[in-house]
């Protein structure tokens, strides 16, 4: 019986249609996930809002841009809210050795300090976000343990566990991605001989957009199970692949804050 009669005949029953692709591995649903979500440039406004474990909450607003240099992602972004930290500015460069080189300009100090590899993972802010949530991230910056399909809220996803391939403040990771169009939903992060995650990060379906072939969050929630801390982050004035001048991206935009235009 050929394909297409067995195609018609599923869609009569109201049966799935039969499929005679190659199931994908786990490192190729990741290298779709990531593709789909950091292969392109980007400006857009982010408001962070902060919520303490007695309910007290703080806001953030950045105004961000992203662009791909070389084939390699640079990232900016200026606090232009409260007006006492306006002007904090955080510029994030990869670099060759596939890893990243991030510098935060403190008007406070009015100097440049360099973040190291050591302070990839710790609070962004005082957020429930780290240096490291906005880096790019890549198929080879992760050891693959498995992988195993699952449901999240009614849609098909896979759910791809991991373990970071250099040392990070987590000990396994676990990411959510849709299997219609590779979005990640959510990523579950791990302490070593824990079974539940100390730190969520969640990207509800309904508040995604899709640009330029690519789905992209426009609301993001984090929670910090450990110190019963959550941030919700909104995305707004989100544009995909506009043109954006190569030299913002250096230190010298931030030591001279020159505008990000």
């Known amino acids: 019986m050929s394909r297409l009669v067995l195609a018609l005949v599923a869609s009569l029953l109201g049966l799935p249609a039969p499929s005679h692709a190659e199931p994908l591995s786990a490192i190729e649903v990741l290298r779709r996930a990531f593709t789909n979500r950091y292969e392109c440039d980007t400006t857009s406004r982010i408001?962070?809002?902060?919520?303490?474990?007695?309910?007290?909450?703080?806001?953030?607003?950045?105004?961000?841009?992203?662009?791909?240099?070389?084939?390699?992602?640079?990232?900016?972004?200026?606090?232009?809210?409260?007006?006492?930290?306006r002007g904090m500015t955080v510029l994030n460069i990869e670099t060759d050795?596939?890893?990243e080189d991030t510098f935060v300009y403190l008007p406070t100090l009015g100097k440049v300090r360099r973040v190291t590899s050591a302070q990839?993972?710790?609070?962004?802010?005082?957020?429930?976000?780290?240096?490291e949530d906005f880096e790019r991230r890549r198929v080879e910056d992760f050891l693959i343990d498995a992988m195993e399909p699952t449901l999240e809220q009614g849609e098909a996803a896979w759910l791809v566990r991991a373990r970071p391939a250099r040392r990070g403040g987590y000990q396994s990771i676990e990411f959510l991605v849709a299997r219609r169009d590779f979005a990640?939903?959510?990523?579950?992060?791990?302490?070593?001989?824990?079974?539940?995650?100390?730190r969520l990060i969640q990207i509800p379906r309904g508040h995604m957009v899709t640009l330029e072939g690519h789905v992209?969050?426009?609301?993001?929630?984090?929670?910090?199970?450990r110190r019963r801390t959550s941030t919700e982050i909104r995305i707004t004035n989100l544009r995909v692949n506009p043109p954006l001048e190569d030299h913002l991206f250096s230190v010298v935009t931030l030591e001279q804050q020159r505008p990000l235009e």
């Not at 992209?216 to 199970?225: D, E, F, H, V």
């Open 47 to 85: 408001e962070i809002r902060m919520r303490d474990a007695g309910g007290g909450t703080r806001n953030r607003v950045f105004e961000t841009m992203s662009k791909r240099i070389d084939g390699r992602l640079r990232s900016l972004g200026r606090l232009v809210e409260p007006a006492h930290l």
């Open 97 to 99: 050795r596939a890893s």
């Open 120 to 131: 990839r993972s710790d609070s962004f802010l005082g957020s429930d976000v780290t240096y």
């Open 184 to 198: 990640i939903l959510a990523t579950s992060y791990f302490k070593r001989g824990s079974t539940e995650p100390f």
């Open 216 to 225: 992209l969050p426009t609301r993001i929630l984090a929670q910090n199970k």
